[in-house]
């Protein structure tokens, strides 16, 4: 919901100083920004990013997909229906707070890498004090 509202206020900012600076200072801020977004240090993180992401994105499957086979190997065990049913809850149970923590992990990593990214942007707009 956050990010939505962000974007439309960032499209309503844009839209309100584009058409009140005009072209010649949209093309200023523009140039600005390529400036910031081609900076070494900003595509470092950009690259970190890209590849947590990348690992977070196949960790999360790795465990759908183990939770689902221990849930499917505990419905065949054996017993009664009745005995198979109560395995697979259980084991289904317990296997939806390990996909709950990994979410939770991938989401927590994630806000970090967002976050020592713009720390990274910010300090590498901050001029060198010596």
Known sequence: MKGKAGLVIGLAVGYVLGSRAGRERYEQIKEQAMKVWNMDPVQE???????????????????LWDSAVKVTRAAGSKGTPGQKLDAAIKVGEDQADDVASAAKESASAA????????????????????
């Open 111 to 130: 806000k970090d890498a967002a976050s020592d990214v713009i720390d990274d942007v910010e300090g590498a707009e901050q001029p060198d004090e010596a």
């Open 45 to 63: 993180q950009v690259d970190k990013v890209k590849d947590f992401a990348k690992s977070s994105a196949m960790a999360l499957p790795s465990t």
